[in-house]
């Protein structure tokens, strides 16, 4: 049985800096302090730890059709590459990726997650890059542009997999750099022209998946912003 899925190709670019030692046991893996992304790249600004951060032409492919008791809905990264120039000269290869959109983690709070596998080219090293775009409802924010602002700024977390291997036996993950990469309007635009339907057949179908993923999207930030105020759960910024 097909499964209905909207893709898109997406590219969003900005800055990493590498971790310092003392913001090591802070990160928590896939942890989601805005406020300690900020804070590492800020300082490694200052200390010439930074560099390029770069998720280009990540495929996503997303099912438009909801998984029980998920508020969001679920796809893949089938293609693509990560350029940090700090960790690797070369691409890094995306081996595999999964991707939220818009799960509720609060009351008018929202996310969207990426989880991208990725090695070397000369598969010396592995690591995971967990990314997130925050949507909430701030106050004193001006609602597009926050629409604008949250559904395009992603937050990076880089960690190094199996650079050690716990009491177990198993490989921990390391986290390495940090970073905020973002859509500019260029880029933007391009992706509004990659959107595809597929896994269905005959046009009628095809508009109905597409109206489904937009109607999702829809209901999804206007559950985040027709509620004034912050969130009920504090979360960091």
């Given at each position: 049985m097909q499964t209905p899925t909207i893709t898109f190709t997406e590219t969003m670019r900005g800055?990493?800096?590498l971790t310092k030692p003392e913001h090591s046991p802070a990160i928590v893996t896939e942890d989601e302090d805005t406020g300690l992304i900020k804070t590492i790249l800020a300082g490694?600004?200052?200390?010439?730890?930074?560099?390029?951060l770069i998720l280009k032409d990540l495929v996503v492919a997303v099912v438009t059709q909801q998984t029980a008791g998920v508020s969001g809905l679920r796809g893949s990264i089938e293609a693509g590459s990560v350029i940090a120039t700090g960790l690797s000269q070369q691409a890094l290869i995306i081996t595999e990726g999964e991707?939220?959109?818009l799960p509720e983690v609060a009351r008018a709070e929202r996310r969207m997650r990426y989880r991208l596998h990725c090695r070397t080219s000369e598969g010396e090293r592995s690591f995971?890059?967990?990314g997130f775009k925050r949507v909430a409802n701030r106050k004193g924010r001006w609602w597009p542009l926050a629409v604008w602002l949250e559904t395009t700024t992603l937050y990076v977390t880089i960690y190094e997999v199996g650079s050690s291997t716990d009491e177990t036996g198993t490989d921990t993950r390391q986290p390495v750099a940090a970073g905020i990469a973002r859509i500019y309007p260029l880029d933007f635009l391009k992706q509004m022209l990659t959107f595809r339907s597929r896994e269905t057949q005959g046009l009628p179908r095809h508009v109905r998946n597409m109206l489904a993923f937009a109607g999702f999207f829809i209901m999804a930030l206007a559950s985040v912003y027709r509620h004034n105020g912050h969130s009920e759960r504090v979360v960091p910024t």
């Amino acid at each position: 049985m097909q499964t209905p899925t909207i893709t898109f190709t997406e590219t969003m670019r900005g800055q990493a800096a590498l971790t310092k030692p003392e913001h090591s046991p802070a990160i928590v893996t896939e942890d989601e302090d805005t406020g300690l992304i900020k804070t590492i790249l800020a300082g490694g600004s200052q200390d010439g730890m930074s560099f390029p951060l770069i998720l280009k032409d990540l495929v996503v492919a997303v099912v438009t059709q909801q998984t029980a008791g998920v508020s969001g809905l679920r796809g893949s990264i089938e293609a693509g590459s990560v350029i940090a120039t700090g960790l690797s000269q070369q691409a890094l290869i995306i081996t595999e990726g999964e991707f939220e959109l818009l799960p509720e983690v609060a009351r008018a709070e929202r996310r969207m997650r990426y989880r991208l596998h990725c090695r070397t080219s000369e598969g010396e090293r592995s690591f995971l890059v967990y990314g997130f775009k925050r949507v909430a409802n701030r106050k004193g924010r001006w609602w597009p542009l926050a629409v604008w602002l949250e559904t395009t700024t992603l937050y990076v977390t880089i960690y190094e997999v199996g650079s050690s291997t716990d009491e177990t036996g198993t490989d921990t993950r390391q986290p390495v750099a940090a970073g905020i990469a973002r859509i500019y309007p260029l880029d933007f635009l391009k992706q509004m022209l990659t959107f595809r339907s597929r896994e269905t057949q005959g046009l009628p179908r095809h508009v109905r998946n597409m109206l489904a993923f937009a109607g999702f999207f829809i209901m999804a930030l206007a559950s985040v912003y027709r509620h004034n105020g912050h969130s009920e759960r504090v979360v960091p910024t």
